[in-house]
């Protein structure tokens, strides 16, 4: 393998810029080619990075066999065919959140991949980000005891998606990050939602979803709230994060309160909860870009054969609970049934463990196979 490693750009839309600023900047990258259908785009770009060769044509970077990696950042609907055609072509590829349009796409991705001994990677940005690295820190260390609930606001106006709802389009930020901070995935998910815009496209979501021992986590999604809200609140037995990612300092907050109650009382008159209220503190947050420190690991991954953070799997699962948000939806709000709770460690942290569902998945709640193919 040569010592840069040659990388194209499919998508220049609203995130691929970003993608393509990025990968430029990696002294261990050429980016080498951009691909985009709209010729004004590509003129663009081209006048801001002229070494950069631009396509119109996908398959041009398909047949190029200098190419070691194809980033895909087109519409969702576009992810699953371009994938496994770039995955086909021997190309490494990376692929904007969510990984494609439904859990049988993305599972036909993850053992192309596999087959074709290549890296599939799924651009969940924020696991990259060093606020959300601390958290996780935080939380592994036990500082906040154990974690009772979630909460993910994630609001602004726009920007409105076609072929996507918001769920789609803005959830899979704060699932990924649920995931990442939890290490399980949830047994039953809930979602309520209302299409006030564009009808079949809800523009406002409630989502639940359902842990083993009495956790969940809320994610509200908004194309419709005049202020732009980026914030989660991890409540644990012992203390509360609150990370609001708009924030230009002190983008994580701890606070030493919580609540307790009595072990043990005669009666319901002696029952009394006991509330403390401690300090807050800030820790210190290192400002590096995650989309920078996310391409990066791209390419580390490639040239040391090492599995991403964020890899097809992480992504099945991510599309598993929003697939599933679609069905709720339909059925206005009913609860589906993923399955077992099942821990998702990382490979570096050793492998995974399975642990029972809660009692409260009931028997009737319907089902998402492994397999199931309701589409976003």
């Given at each position: 393998?040569?010592k840069?490693?040659?990388?194209?750009?499919?998508?220049?839309?609203y995130w691929?810029?970003?993608?393509?600023?990025?990968?430029?900047s990696l002294?261990?990258c050429?980016?080498k080619?951009?691909?985009?259908?709209?010729e004004d785009?590509?003129?663009?770009l081209r006048?801001l990075?002229?070494?950069?060769?631009?396509?119109?044509?996908?398959?041009?970077l398909?047949?190029?066999?200098?190419?070691?990696?194809?980033?895909?950042?087109?519409s969702v609907?576009?992810?699953?065919p371009?994938?496994?055609?770039?995955?086909l072509?021997?190309?490494h590829?990376?692929?904007?959140k969510?990984?494609?349009?439904?859990v049988?796409?993305?599972?036909?991705?993850v053992?192309?991949?596999k087959?074709?001994g290549?890296?599939?990677?799924?651009?969940?940005?924020?696991?990259?980000?060093?606020?959300?690295?601390?958290?996780?820190e935080?939380?592994?260390?036990?500082?906040?005891?154990?974690?009772?609930?979630?909460?993910a606001?994630r609001?602004?106006?726009?920007?409105?998606?076609k072929?996507?709802?918001?769920?789609?389009d803005?959830?899979p930020?704060?699932?990924?990050?649920?995931?990442?901070?939890?290490?399980?995935?949830?047994y039953?998910?809930n979602?309520?939602g209302?299409?006030?815009?564009?009808?079949g496209?809800?523009?406002?979501t409630s989502?639940s979803?359902?842990?083993?021992?009495?956790?969940?986590?809320?994610?509200?999604?908004?194309?419709?709230?005049?202020?732009?809200?980026r914030?989660m609140?991890?409540v644990?037995?012992?203390?509360?994060i609150?990370?609001?990612?708009v924030?230009?300092?002190e983008?994580?907050?701890?606070?030493?309160v919580?609540?307790?109650?009595p072990?043990?009382?005669d009666?319901?008159?002696?029952?009394h909860?006991a509330?403390h209220?401690?300090?807050?503190?800030?820790p210190?947050?290192k400002q590096?870009e995650?989309?920078?420190?996310?391409?990066?690991?791209?390419?580390?991954?490639?040239r040391?054969?090492?599995?991403?953070?964020?890899?097809?799997?992480?992504g099945?699962?991510?599309?598993?609970i929003l697939?599933?948000s679609?069905?709720?939806?339909?059925?206005?709000?009913a609860p589906?049934?993923?399955?077992s709770?099942?821990k998702?460690?990382?490979?570096?942290?050793?492998?995974?463990?399975?642990?029972?569902?809660s009692?409260l998945?009931?028997?009737h709640?319907?089902?998402?196979g492994?397999s199931?193919?309701?589409a976003?």
């Open positions: 393998m040569n840069l490693l040659s990388v194209g750009v499919v998508g220049c839309g691929g810029p970003n993608l393509v600023r990025n990968f430029r002294p261990d050429r980016l080619s951009i691909c985009d259908v709209s785009r590509l003129r663009h006048s990075y002229p070494e950069v060769e631009g396509e119109t044509k996908f398959e041009t398909l047949n190029d066999t200098t190419l070691n990696a194809i980033v895909i950042a087109t609907k576009h992810h699953f371009m994938a496994k055609a770039s995955l072509a021997g190309k590829t990376f692929i904007e969510p990984l494609a349009s439904s049988a796409q993305c599972e036909e991705l053992a192309l991949a087959k074709q290549l890296i599939l990677m799924v651009g969940h940005t924020f696991l990259y980000s060093p606020a959300v690295k601390k958290i996780k935080i939380v592994d260390n036990g500082d906040i005891g154990d974690i009772r609930y979630i909460s606001r609001l602004n106006l726009g920007l409105f998606q072929d996507i709802n918001v769920a789609w803005l959830a930020h704060d699932i990924s990050i649920i995931l990442y901070i939890m290490q399980e995935t949830p039953s998910i979602c309520r209302a299409a006030h815009i564009t009808p496209i809800e523009d406002v989502m979803l359902h842990f083993s021992d009495e956790k969940s986590a809320m994610i509200q999604s908004s194309w419709l709230d005049p202020k732009k809200v914030e609140t991890i644990g037995s012992e203390r509360m609150v990370y609001d990612d924030a230009p300092q983008k994580i907050k701890i606070f030493d919580r609540v307790e109650r072990p043990h009382y009666t319901f008159a002696e029952f909860y509330y209220y401690g300090d807050m503190y800030s210190y947050i590096d995650p989309l920078k420190a996310e391409c990066q690991h791209f390419l580390d991954c490639i040391n054969g090492k599995t991403p953070l964020t890899d097809g799997k992480r099945l699962e991510v599309v598993k697939e599933a679609t069905a709720s939806l339909k059925l206005k709000g589906i049934e993923l399955g709770s099942v998702t460690g990382h490979p570096e942290h050793g492998h995974p463990s399975t642990s029972s569902r009692p998945a009931s028997s709640n319907k089902k998402i492994e199931s193919n309701i976003g």
